[in-house]
Nanobody, 121 residues
Framework: QVRLVESGGGLVQPGGSLRLSCRASGRSFIDYHIGWFRQTPGKEREFVAAIIWSGAGPYYDDSVKGRFTISKHNAENTVYRQMNSLKPADTAVYYC??????????????WGQGTQVTVSQ
């Protein structure tokens, strides 16, 4: 059974940093794209960043370039996303997802349960 488990969300002040983790299990992800999406109430889920497990990539949405960094730790089967210079507009539930096609759309095959990030004073 494929599982993606996110962790690391929480409350942070504007300008602060957080690191989210996505631990993947249940199959080999060697040719998969591991992506991060975010969603706020009433809005569609939007792409943030992704990395290809085999090593190619990563790629980012323009709204987070220069502030967010995605990386992976093969031995731990974990993808990390470092978020710096956080803004209130970054407040959302963040989801980890996996798919062999990748890309920036919400068609990924597998999804985690999500983790809340709140950026506020």
């Amino acid at each position: 059974q494929v599982r993606l488990v996110e962790s690391g969300g929480g409350l942070v002040q504007p300008g602060g940093s957080l690191r989210l983790s996505c631990r993947a299990s249940g199959r080999s992800f060697i040719d998969y794209h591991i992506g991060w999406f975010r969603q706020t109430p009433g809005k569609e889920r939007e792409f943030v960043a992704a990395i290809i497990w085999s090593g190619a990539g990563p790629y980012y949405d323009d709204s987070v370039k220069g502030r967010f960094t995605i990386s992976k730790h093969n031995a731990e089967n974990t993808v990390y996303r470092q978020m710096n210079s956080l803004k209130p507009a970054d407040t959302a539930v963040y989801y980890c997802a996996a798919d062999p096609r990748g890309g920036t759309g919400p068609w990924y095959d597998y999804w985690g349960q999500g983790t809340q990030v709140t950026v506020s004073q």
